[in-house]
């Protein structure tokens, strides 16, 4: 009985010991093989964005419209890990910005005459880089982190709008295209704050939207927004 039970107790504690070795070894192996996800080497999302234009204008001849002024973006984020703390990336977007402009006597955007409503429509596409500096405990997952960087987009279409109602109560509205007082191209500085998939976001254009050539003073130049990432 006693050769029995010392058998029997081997028998188990070798069964115990090969399957906590394999089970070791699964879970090793799941874990540093792969290279593609929020927290490891690669790693990309899709994100939607929406900004309010804010900051002063060059002067009077280019007040706009707060709140209703904005930029909208859709595009495609990037990230390489390089360590714990830092990361690099790129987006590649797609975004259209709206300036209202605000009717009043002084009033220079594009011209002089006044509507009930008027705004010009700058539609982009964007390519941004930038370094992002993780902070806090986050697994796999983005965590939250820090971006700088800068960008740069290509103004592909660029539109004026007029709307207004005449004396005979006919509301009338124009749309003016091949615009010939704008920038093609238009760059500056960006900075995010992330909370995982939850971005704010702030930038700063540097260049003109006009040409120089035009005397247009410039509209304003900052955008304060909201981001969030298609990810867990």
Avoid at 43 to 61: A, D, Q, S, V
Avoid at 62 to 90: C, H, W
Wanted: aromatic share 18%; charged share 20%.
């Amino acid at each position: 009985m006693k050769k029995i039970l010392i058998t029997f107790f081997l028998f188990i504690s070798t069964y115990i010991c090969f399957s906590q070795t394999v089970l070791l070894h699964q879970e090793v192996k799941d874990t540093t093989l792969g290279k593609r996800g929020p927290n490891l080497k690669n790693f990309g999302h899709f994100y939607f964005g929406i900004g309010f234009i804010m900051g002063e204008p060059e002067n009077k001849g280019a007040e706009i419209n707060y709140g209703f002024s904005k930029n909208i973006l859709v595009g495609y984020r990037y990230k390489l890990k390089l360590n714990q703390v830092l990361a690099i990336g790129f987006d590649m977007d797609y975004n259209a910005s709206s300036f209202f402009i605000k009717q009043h006597p002084l009033k220079t955007i594009p011209d002089t005459l006044l509507h009930d409503i008027e705004k010009i429509n700058f539609g982009n596409v964007g390519l941004n880089g930038y370094i992002r500096f993780n902070y806090g405990k986050r697994g796999n997952r983005i965590g939250n982190f820090i971006d700088l960087g800068a960008y740069g987009n290509y103004v592909f279409s660029a539109r004026h709008f007029t709307k207004d109602e005449n004396q005979q109560g006919n509301i009338v509205k124009t749309t003016t295209s091949h615009l010939g007082y704008y920038n093609k191209t238009n760059y500056g500085l960006l900075m995010r704050i992330g909370f995982n998939r939850y971005v704010l976001f702030g930038n700063y254009r540097w260049s003109n939207h006009f040409k120089d050539s035009y005397l247009y003073p410039e509209l304003p130049r900052y955008t304060v927004g909201f981001q969030i990432g298609f990810h867990k």
